[in-house]
């Protein structure tokens, strides 16, 4: 077996409820078409009109096939029904002269705010596209997902026009999922990450339009997986999908930093004209009013904050979960050799009547709590079926992919010791066992 086959397959099983990658949505059909004899040239009032025309017919194509279902669940077969019943669909479009951006689907789940819009090109020309930023009452939402989500400083999409003869998507479709927004001080510095508010507030998609300033190159990204790229290039760079990797070929004087305060675009604006790459030559926002100040699907609350087991204690400060994932905030605290021990190869929550494990990962804080508590939060993957009853809180003994029977590295020679769930093999006897209430 290959490494990196190896590798690709433990990662997509690392979690039970980890999703396939992004699956592609276009709801803008490519249209080519050419009469020899007579030209003819749209206005740009009327490829507006039809851009803005498709957009809202995509509105009710994505109540059919939604492109947050397909994040967290893969295809619509496998979702809820009490989360496709609550995806709102709030038609909001904003169209210029060089970009249409639509936010198509929110969903709210108690925990994060999950967005869903377009963007899409409605000119002739080849355009890059960068997502500028999302912000909830003015703050920076988080922004979990694909690399484009992360804008200018490390990928956007080229859309329309072609790319050494190859046609670019018209369109492109992206997904956000926030749980924090990234908040700063009156003096402009970074003062932390904050819970999303529970309460009506305003949120705002921004995308930043650049027009190519050297003829972009089409590249197979496949050849640089696992390559330290040093060559550099003065034209942006593309895959037949309208991908841009931003960050592959920019020599490392233009790898600036922003903060949360700041646009992407304003800060490597100067940098992509000075390589010859693009330059900025439009912005496209969309502002509505989102309410978060209820749960929109039924959610299960810890019945008691408190555990104990083997001498250590856990508290746990926050939790959520619902079939759209959550997290799970707390402190272990106890012996310091046996929290360790406990620690030395992790930590899962587990649904051993579900059969799979619900956390994505785990984050450790560097510094003990002021009582001396191991601070940690765990992310939570989405829930298809029956919302558990009963969560545990288990070490990590050992893994082997081999043991997972929907894995196509399963080997049914393999005996499996007591405690697999997965490619995991947990310590149930040192568990804590966390009891579950619906909320409905």
Known sequence: MKE?????????????????????????????????SVKRKLSVSFVLVLVTMM????????????????????????????????????????????????????????????????????TSETLLYTVDGLWLNG???DRIGRLTLEGAGSAGVLLGGEVDGVP????????????????????????????????KATLKVAMAIWRPINAPQLVDYKQFEGVNVTETRNCLVTDENGLSELWLFRPR????????????????AAAFKEMGWAELVDTVEVELEVDLSAAMIPSAEISQPEYTQDGCRLVISSFELSHAGGMLEGLLFGDDDEILRMLQNGLGLVDRVGNRVLNNGTIWDDELSKDGGYRFTMELGPITGELPQQLYLAPVVDLNIKWDETSNFYDPTQIKPEGVIGVFQFDFSRAFCINLDMNN
Request: aromatic share 6%.
């Open 4 to 36: 990196h086959e190896l590798r690709n397959a433990l990662n997509a099983h690392i979690s039970s409820c980890q999703l396939p990658a992004h699956r592609k949505r276009q709801i803008m059909a490519q249209i080519k078409g050419e009469e020899p």
């Open 55 to 122: 957009l809202t017919l995509s509105v009710a194509f994505a109540l059919v096939q939604s492109s947050i279902v397909d994040e967290l669940y893969g295809s619509d077969e496998n979702a809820p029904q009490d989360v496709i019943d609550h995806i709102l669909t709030p038609k909001e479009t904003t169209v210029t002269p060089l970009g249409t951006l639509s936010v198509d689907e929110i969903l709210y789940d108690g925990n994060a705010l999950h967005v869903a819009f377009t963007v899409a090109n409605p």
């Open 139 to 141: 703050s920076s939402l």
């Open 253 to 268: 004087k233009y790898n600036l930093t922003y903060g949360p305060a700041e646009r992407a675009s304003d800060v490597y």
């Open 168 to 199: 670019m998507p018209l369109s492109e479709s992206l997904y956000n999922k926030a749980a924090f927004t990234h908040e700063v001080d009156e003096g402009g510095k970074y003062a932390g990450m904050q819970p999303l508010p529970r309460e």
